[in-house]
């Protein structure tokens, strides 16, 4: 219902409403006006606005009939109907800050919360509409901001709401780290090799309320943080470097190791049955158990009335 709204928004701004093969002209329409169409119907309240708007309306979804998505995706997912190659899976720290802020929020209740994750607007909808389910996923995070994201920083609120670290929390393992453990996990049922990593290591880009922040990892990845970065501690160029040697290796053989690097960079272990990741960060590069926030993010990959 929600992404034929945002569809039929799309539809309205590009001069389609009359033509009898609406897809096909928004699919025709001027690359400048379908641009901008695209921006307007993500415009939501000032008070849901933030720097990194999500999740947006259109995204992988299931409709009766697809032949190309034939079931839920969960679905897909926990019954091994997908590619098994493979696969480097990974995140910051930090997921959620860039998610939850703007210039007029204000999260400092549970109900500023559930207003936010039952907001519904043409461009931008979370999914959930069951408060209660809302209300058991939140007893998983503490209201002390110390407990909260961006993580190991205290009771710092940075100026922000109340419990703003704890939606970012909540909000980083919903859109970020329970995915990926739920998908690594799914991959180690069905015996196809994946690798995870956190990154911990600062990119630089962004102010300390956001932590280590949603694409941090691209400058390490591509190269480009002491190109940006001019005066990058010596220790994240290392990283840098690491993390060269890891996708360089992936790229050529599908696995992050190699006999010519072994010397060079730590083992990268497979995730696998032990949740076993690679911490990048600065000169420690190390394996650790992918374990934080464990129970909440099981709790929202089982679903829970939360879809």
């Known amino acids: 219902m929600f992404r034929e709204a945002a569809f039929q928004f799309l539809v309205n701004a590009t001069d389609c409403s009359n033509?009898?093969?609406?897809?096909?002209?928004?699919?025709?329409?001027?690359?400048?006006?379908?641009?901008?169409?695209?921006?307007?119907?993500?415009?939501?309240?000032?008070?849901?606005?933030?720097?990194?708007?999500?999740?947006?309306?259109?995204?992988?979804?299931?409709?009766?009939?697809?032949?190309?998505?034939?079931?839920?995706?969960?679905?897909?997912?926990?019954?091994?109907?997908?590619?098994?190659?493979?696969?480097?899976?990974?995140?910051?720290?930090?997921?959620?800050?860039?998610?939850?802020d703007g210039p007029a929020t204000h999260i400092n209740t549970d109900q500023d919360i559930i207003n936010w994750l039952t907001a519904r607007f043409p461009g931008l909808y979370y999914g959930i509409s069951n408060v209660t389910a809302i209300k058991e996923l939140l007893k998983f995070y503490p209201t002390s901001p110390a407990a909260g994201s961006p993580y190991g920083t205290g009771n710092d609120t940075f100026g922000r709401g109340a419990q703003y670290k704890r939606f970012a929390s909540l909000f980083g393992d919903f859109g970020f780290q329970a995915p990926r453990r739920d998908y690594l996990n799914s991959a180690t049922k069905f015996g196809v090799k994946s690798w995870s990593y956190i990154l911990k290591e600062s990119s630089m880009s962004y102010p300390p309320e956001y932590g280590i922040a949603h694409g941090g990892d691209i400058p390490f990845v591509m190269q480009t943080l002491n190109i940006d970065h001019p005066t990058a501690p010596p220790a994240a160029v290392e990283l840098m470097e690491t993390i060269s040697y890891y996708w360089i290796n992936f790229a050529y053989g599908l696995n992050p190791n190699s006999e010519s690097t072994k010397s060079i960079v730590p083992h990268w272990s497979q995730y696998g049955r032990s949740a076993s990741a690679l911490q990048l960060l600065g000169s420690n590069v190390t394996m650790f158990k992918d374990t934080a926030r464990m129970n909440a993010t099981n709790f929202i990959v089982d679903g829970n009335g939360l879809f």
């Open 19 to 100: 033509n009898p093969s609406p897809f096909e002209c928004v699919q025709n329409a001027p690359a400048e006006v379908l641009s901008q169409a695209n921006k307007d119907v993500l415009v939501v309240d000032p008070y849901y606005r933030a720097v990194g708007q999500a999740p947006t309306i259109f995204g992988p979804t299931y409709a009766p009939g697809d032949e190309f998505i034939t079931e839920p995706i969960q679905k897909l997912l926990h019954s091994g109907q997908f590619a098994r190659v493979p696969f480097i899976n990974g995140a910051q720290l930090d997921e959620g800050p860039l998610f939850v």
